[in-house]
């Protein structure tokens, strides 16, 4: 038997297992996974993983936070560089405005991403305060597709403790899944106008208003109020310690809560908040960078279990947009680029022997393709879709803007040496990357129509 496409020699490595043998894909499928395969054609991945596609949950193209501020990755250039990086699904967001219905937010949303998306993406649909009177509308949401539900504990989506235990209720009855940004935004408000008042001005205040100690008092609240409700929950963009061990202690009960981190809190620190100018602004992002002493309590964690998965919450703005925050930290854009050097920062625990391979495709590609109901995505099996990497683990590479791909002047990663890189991409059977560049067409990614999670 001939297949479309037979992926040769490599060292299959899922969650699950280690293994060498051939894979066949016909279409868009995985066929066969054997030896001795026969294809009309060919990739020798000899000396090299085959992985499935790393799976991110947690990124914002073309996000506005003003009318004249928005993220500066659109759909296209954003999922190139994922793609360019080993990620072949995305999920971003959906916000309605106003008083527009959720239904009509997700159809503009997909009218924006379906054009441009290179690779396959879903969707989170953000409940904010002027949501809540919307919240007969969840079920309609869920049916469209869109089984996840954003939910926010700061900013002017920030959700009172009322509102988020309604929100909860609604998302708990039609089997969804809420995530969930957890910080305590009444005293982050507080400590921002003192600072500011005592002419605190420069970007070294922006984590002195936001403690490691109140992220987790916020995740242990949303915790607990998700046990009382009744229904999973999961925690984005985990930056401390202190939200791991509520993570910890609730899952030593039995409860179904799950968190996150991202590159930015294990390869960065607050100590890049004390360069001068613009400099100092650009890693800004909420929850902040912390002291370097939180990474290796966040690799610990990655490694022991205590936290799930690791996403970007990919949000870059240009120099000049960051810029806005001169003379006053408050007012610059939160975010940084992630999303395509995610899978290969992750390896890095691997090299250092901190976890298995198996593992790192468990964080970058299984759990969070379980986790949001992503069928076919994230694993290696007989009739998943056929996203694959091909990726070289003895490849030395050093980030810069050059290198990256994402759609910004600057990276928080310059100068950063990993080893290991993708050296090959697959969506749904089709080569979108090979010899360092991508040649997937806008408009090729899909919707991703998940069903109920409960």
């Known amino acids: 038997m001939t297949y479309d496409l037979v992926i040769t020699n490599g060292t299959i490595v899922t969650a699950a297992n280690t293994f060498r043998a051939d894979i066949g894909i016909r279409g868009e499928r995985i066929a066969a996974i054997g030896e001795n395969l026969n294809g009309q054609r060919v990739l020798d991945a000899t000396d090299r993983l085959v992985i499935p596609g790393g799976v991110d949950i947690h990124v914002h193209m073309q996000m506005p936070l003003a009318p004249d501020v928005i993220s500066a990755d659109t759909f296209s250039t954003g999922t190139r560089a994922a793609a360019l990086g080993g990620t072949t699904t995305i999920v971003d967001f959906v916000e309605a405005k106003g008083e527009e219905s ?28 002027r949501d809540i009177a919307k919240l007969d509308e969840v ?67 922006h984590p002195r208003s936001r403690p490691e ?3 987790g008092e916020a995740a242990g609240r949303a915790i607990a109020i998700a046990e009382f409700v009744g229904v999973p929950l999961h925690i984005f963009h985990v930056s401390c310690g202190a939200v791991v061990e509520r993570i910890r202690a609730a899952r030593a009960r039995g409860l179904p809560i799950t968190g996150e981190t991202c590159p930015q809190y294990l390869f960065l620190s607050d100590a890049a908040y004390e360069a001068p100018g613009v400099e100092g602004l650009l ?11 939180e990474q290796q309590a966040l690799w ?38 992630s999303i395509e050097m ?15 391979a198996n593992r790192w495709v468990e964080l970058c590609c299984t759990a969070p393709a379980r986790l949001m109901g992503l069928e076919g995505k994230g694993d290696i099996a007989i009739g998943m879709d056929a996203d694959l990497v091909i990726f070289d683990p003895h490849r030395h590479v050093t980030l810069s803007t050059a290198f990256l791909h994402e759609n910004v002047d600057w990276t928080p990663y310059e100068g950063l040496e990993l080893v290991g890189w993708p050296e090959t991409v697959l969506s749904r059977g089709e080569v979108i990357v090979a010899d360092g560049m991508c040649t997937g067409k806008a408009g090729r990614g899909r919707f991703v129509h998940r069903r109920s999670l409960g």
Not at 102 to 129: C, F, K, S
Not at 163 to 176: I, P, S, T
Not at 308 to 319: M, S
Request: aromatic content about 6%; some cysteine.
């Open 213 to 215: 100690l109140l992220e």
């Open 139 to 205: 079920p309609a949401v869920a049916a469209a597709g869109c089984t996840s539900f954003k939910l926010y504990m700061a900013y002017g989506l920030r959700l009172d403790d009322g509102q988020l235990l309604q929100a909860l209720e609604a998302v708990r009855d039609v089997g969804g899944r809420p995530v969930i940004h957890c910080e305590n935004w009444d005293i982050i408000c507080t400590l921002i106008r003192r600072h500011l008042a005592a002419g605190r001005t420069e970007p070294r205040w």
């Open 283 to 293: 890693p800004i992002c909420a929850p902040p960078l912390r002291p370097v002493a």
């Open 102 to 129: 959720l239904l009509a937010a997700l159809a503009a949303r997909r009218a924006e991403a379906d054009p441009q998306v290179v690779i396959d993406y879903a969707l989170h649909m953000t409940i904010g305060p």
């Open 300 to 337: 610990q964690a990655l490694a022991a279990g205590d936290l799930q998965l690791v996403t970007t919450d990919h949000c870059p703005f240009d120099r000049a947009t960051k810029s806005r925050g001169l003379g006053d930290f408050s007012k610059t854009p939160g975010g940084v680029p």
């Open 342 to 356: 995610r899978l290969a920062a992750v390896y890095q625990g691997v090299v250092r022997g901190l976890f298995s």
